[in-house]
RNA sequence: GGUCCCGUAGCUCAAUUGGAUAGAGCAUCUGCCUUCUAAGCAGAGGGUUGCAGGUUCAAGUCCUGCCGGGAUCGCCA
């Protein structure tokens, strides 16, 4: 079904086009001032200069043609030349109850199909994930969703941080403390064992040591460079000993990800395009793109317009080593092969923006992909400590994910025993109860942000469970449940929602899901749903304590009652689903 | 220094991309649990949108200049 506002807009561009104006200033939207309409439309002022002649004379004519709908209850020219617009409770009670039989409540399908990939998460295999993985991973898990309802096919990739500086760092740290292991003796033929030599805890201890060493000493960060073109050249030892760190990373990434309900199609990496990297090179060598310089192999992108410096793309280092340049790359290119995808959306921290911008422009001009494909860096902030800097624990050191996610559960736990309601539960469904209403605040409180702006770390807020939070809307959800179950409800589409004063607030906010879902997905801004579906369970819950249901003695009014709830109760899951939130069946 | 981003209520953030009276949550204050879950509802106070100009019917949003903060600028990711 199509969304109601685009069947006004059609009708209100009709009489734009009929008054010989574009039909493009017929675009109606919910009105600004619901105090004096339900919907507006803005076109009369902008087509007033064309038509040449003043805002209101434009809205004069258009109303005179709206006149002849009978959808309309009011018809109005308001200040400079706003047509303020009402619909008749009939048009939007069949809108509305057409609604309660569209999984996609209104929106139409954008997609077509085309297939988008998304590559967020990007941990890294040497270090443990910390908040600042956070926004990555749940604003590009949300998108992979809201995507693929808006009709993509879609494809979230990991990529993961293992083939660069980072690994030689830590490997190098790893033969300078065990040089007796058999991964690095090299006349060691193999097999090795099967079981790990470190665990995620000891690489949360060495990554941050090697690191600190290597950038203090020129000498260690020879080593470690040394030890980052072997493993690149797969050195027996050192690649064994890669794929333990590689496992063992994997396990640990797999359970934060899995507690944030964040999911991929793909778990590949840098090292996965490893295969792809030296043809591509070769190619780009003899299509003269990639030249030397100062030892190293890079492709120039300056052009002779660009106000800003663009360093080359570096495909070889001095040392011999690739960089994540050349995976980024070579990754384009293995997925162009792959999935011929419309987009690859790169949900990455806002401050990588000009390597992506060097890597889009190396693609497009060395013609990996054409020029209709839309690469993009949907770029987030940064999570700041109260100083303004990227978020630190008062220790200094980094918060990790899984103590986040702890703290967020202790807390619902907390919060369930002081509401006196954990003796009405068992142990699984307490456990099940408090993982839903931390991961729901957790993840609400960061995407409800613009992703784009920084934003100060504060686990008060991200622990939150009333105002404008997750649990708030996982409250209303169980509250609809609770009430169906009260009322031995099962919806069914013979039952109809009578638009009246009560409800009609509610039904008109419903009518905006369309438009919200495309502008999210037009500007891969998740904070729209978020500020969407809190708007709507508040105006149900505002509902809810002015219209008492269960009491209704009119069979009509109450089945009516019940049938927009169960609606409204599909919508926030649905959108919560978007969100990767999910509510319990009690709380 | 070059380039880019940001500055909105005491605090944390919005504002459908140029629309009407700039909105939420937290905090503060006032009401509401003997009918559906008070993690709630109803209401109040709180603003020269950093400053100064400009563009037009209309500017938090666009252009210019200041002030303040941040990011980034060739072999880390």
Redesign the pocket.
């Known amino acids: 079904m199509t969304s109601l506002i685009l069947n006004i807009s059609k009708i209100v561009a009709q009489a734009f086009a009929d008054e010989g104006l574009e039909a493009g200033f017929g675009q109606v ?5 619901p ?3 339900q919907f ?1 439309c ?1 076109g009369a ?2 087509a ?2 064309v038509a040449k002649l003043s ?1 209101r004379a434009v809205a004069e004519k258009i109303v005179a043609r709206l006149n002849t709908h009978d959808i309309f209850s009011k018809i109005e020219i ?7 617009l009402n619909l008749t409770d009939d048009a939007l009670g069949e809108y509305v109850n057409n609604l309660a039989c569209d999984p996609r409540l209104g929106v139409r399908d954008i997609g077509a199909g085309a297939t988008v990939v998304l590559d967020y998460g ?1 941990p ?1 295999v040497a270090k443990a994930m910390h908040v600042g993985h956070l926004r990555a991973s749940i604003i590009g898990d949300t998108l992979r969703r809201v995507l693929k309802f808006a009709g993509y096919d879609t494809i979230g990739d990991v990529h993961m ?1 293992d ?4 690994m030689g760092m830590v490997i190098s740290e790893l033969e300078l403390r065990h040089p007796e292991w058999i991964y690095f003796q090299e006349d060691f033929s193999g097999p090795y064992p099967d079981e790990s030599p470190v665990t995620i805890e000891d690489l949360a201890e060495i990554y941050p040591t090697a690191s600190g060493n290597s950038k203090s000493d020129p000498a260690r960060m020879a080593l470690s ?1 040394r030890a ?1 073109v072997e493993l690149q050249n797969k050195r027996p030892g050192y690649y064994a000993l890669w794929q333990k760190m590689v496992e063992v990373s994997i396990a640990s990434m797999k359970s934060n990800f899995a507690a944030l309900n964040v999911y991929f199609d793909l778990w590949l990496g ?1 090292a996965s395009v490893h295969d792809v990297i030296a043809p591509m090179v070769e190619d780009l060598k003899a299509k003269h793109y990639a030249v030397m ?4 192999l ?1 492709v120039p992108l300056k052009r002779n317009e660009d ?3 663009y ?2 793309l ?1 495909l ?4 011999g ?5 050349t995976t980024d790359l070579a990754t384009i290119v293995d997925r162009v092969e792959k999935f011929h995808p419309a987009k690859i959306l790169y949900i990455v ?7 992506f911008e060097q890597v889009f422009r190396a693609a497009y001009l060395t013609g990996i992909v054409s020029p209709d494909v839309e690469l993009t860096h949907v770029g987030h902030g ?1 999570m ?1 400590g ?1 100083d ?3 978020f630190k624990t008062r220790a200094g050191g980094v918060l990790r994910l899984e103590d986040l996610i702890a703290l967020g559960l202790e807390k ?1 736990r907390q ?2 025993h002081e ?1 006196g ?1 954990d003796q009405h539960f068992s142990g699984d469904e307490l456990d099940d ?1 408090a993982r839903k ?1 931390s991961v729901a605040a957790i993840k609400f409180a960061d995407l ?9 770390f ?1 686990l008060d ?1 991200l622990t ?6 997750g ?2 809307l ?3 959800v ?2 609809i ?3 169906h179950e ?2 031995d409800y099962q919806f069914d589409p013979s039952h109809r929602i009578i638009v009246d004063r009560s409800n009609r607030d509610l039904v008109l906010m419903m009518v ?1 899901w369309p ?2 879902l495309e ?1 999210a997905t037009r ?1 891969y ?1 998740p ?2 749903l978020c ?1 969407y579906v ?1 708007k709507l ?2 105006m149900f ?2 509902y ?8 209704q003695e009119d069979v009509a009014t109450k089945i009516s009652a019940l049938a927009l709830s169960h609606l409204v109760l599909k919508h926030i899951e649905m959108i919560l689903d978007l969100l990767g939130i999910y509510a319990p ?3």
Request: hydrophobic share 30%; glycine share 6%.
């Open positions: 939207k919910t009105s600004d001032r105090d004096l309409a507006q803005n002022m902008a007033a200069k805002p308001a200040g400079p030349g706003f047509i303020n990007g890294n941080g083939w660069g500086t980072m460079h980052t840098e310089d100062d030892g190293a890079v106000t800003k410096e360093p080359p570096f070889y280092k001095r040392d080593a690739v960089m994540y340049s921290d806002q401050r990588q923006n000009l390597h940064t700041n109260p303004g800097k990227p619902a919060r369930l509401a309601i109860i209403v409800q942000n613009n992703r784009m702006t920084d934003y100060i504060d807020r939150s469970f009333e105002g404008k939070t649990p708030y996982l409250y209303q169980v509250r449940k609770s009430l009260k009322a905006e438009q919200v502008a500007d801004a904070h729209f500020d809190y369970a508040q819950s505002s809810y304590a002015a219209t008492h249901v269960l009491s069946q009690r709380m």
